[in-house]
């Protein structure tokens, strides 16, 4: 006859199992935690290292919205110049005013290298609508300058 053991006999495997789905969960988590943290650096960083070109684009778009588009054009790297002198910008900004009196700018992509920067978003008109745009930049003479950008229109 066999006798079966009672609740409190405890078997000496069962003593010596580990939990080991706690210490899956708790990796789990610890990943998804640095994870986070990465991201959240890596946006800080890009946000921190495209500051000096976001605020040239926020100068050139203070500028030509306040119509002083001889302050606005000095905001362009010299090949920019060349291909739209200061008549010509004056005559484009004059064509279309309302799309240079930006009231806000939202900048979802962000980047630099060695050979510049690109912003690209949505700004907010004084109508209050949004149109898309676009700002290449370029280090000239040690100071960031454009060399190309798009209003209201997709690249």
Not at 10 to 22: D, F, I, Q, Y
Request: hydrophobic share 50%; proline share 6%; charged share 20%.
């Amino acid at each position: 006859m066999t006798s079966m053991p009672s609740a409190g006999d405890a078997s000496p495997a069962a003593e010596t199992k580990k939990p080991w789905g706690r210490w899956i969960a708790l990796g789990c988590g610890a990943l998804v935690v640095l994870v986070g943290l990465f991201v959240v650096l890596l946006v800080f960083v890009v946000k921190k290292v495209t500051a000096g070109p976001e605020e040239v684009v926020q100068q050139f778009l203070a500028a030509a919205a306040d119509g002083n588009y001889a302050a606005a054009h000095e905001f362009f790297s010299a090949p920019l110049k060349e291909a739209q002198p200061l008549a010509e910008f004056t005559a484009a900004a004059e064509a279309n005013p309302t799309l240079f009196k930006v009231t806000d700018t939202t900048f979802n992509e962000r980047s630099i290298d060695l050979a510049g920067a690109k912003l690209a978003g949505t700004v907010t008109l004084a109508a209050g609508t949004e149109v898309p745009a676009s700002f290449d930049l370029v280090k000239e003479k040690g100071a960031w300058k454009l060399i190309g950008y798009h209003l209201g229109m997709p690249d």
